[in-house]
């Protein structure tokens, strides 16, 4: 198995560590989708939104395509899609200890 860099794992890992960032790969789960309908699914700002998914695209989370003028985006492959489904399946079972973590969620 091949090594990979620490820092490369931490900065992969900094892509899952905003809630905006997870909101939205959770609204690509069910395939792809433009910035208006990921904004409109998460009641959130567009401007933030472009900000996000440059950074989850750059840290090669998700793709985009051109279509038209409509910029797409989706996650990048089956690996990460069963990556945030394993958060779930993890989370169902240390969720209370999580929430009592000392870590500062940032807004």
Do not use: P, W
């Not at 091949?2 to 905006?20: H, P, Q, Y």
């Not at 279509?67 to 489904?85: A, H, K």
């Amino acid at each position: 198995m091949e090594t990979i860099a620490l820092d490369t794992k931490v900065k992969f890992l900094r892509g899952f560590s905003d809630k905006t960032r997870i909101q939205i790969l959770e609204a690509l789960l069910d395939g792809e989708k433009t910035v208006s309908q990921i904004t409109e699914k998460i009641s959130g700002n567009q401007s933030n939104i472009s900000q996000h998914l440059a950074c989850l695209k750059g840290c090669g989370i998700i793709t985009g395509r051109q279509e038209g003028r409509y910029s797409l985006y989706r996650i990048r492959n089956d690996q990460i899609r069963e990556l945030l489904m394993m958060f779930n399946t993890v989370l169902a079972d240390i969720e209370n200890d999580v929430e009592r973590c000392g870590v500062q969620i940032e807004e």
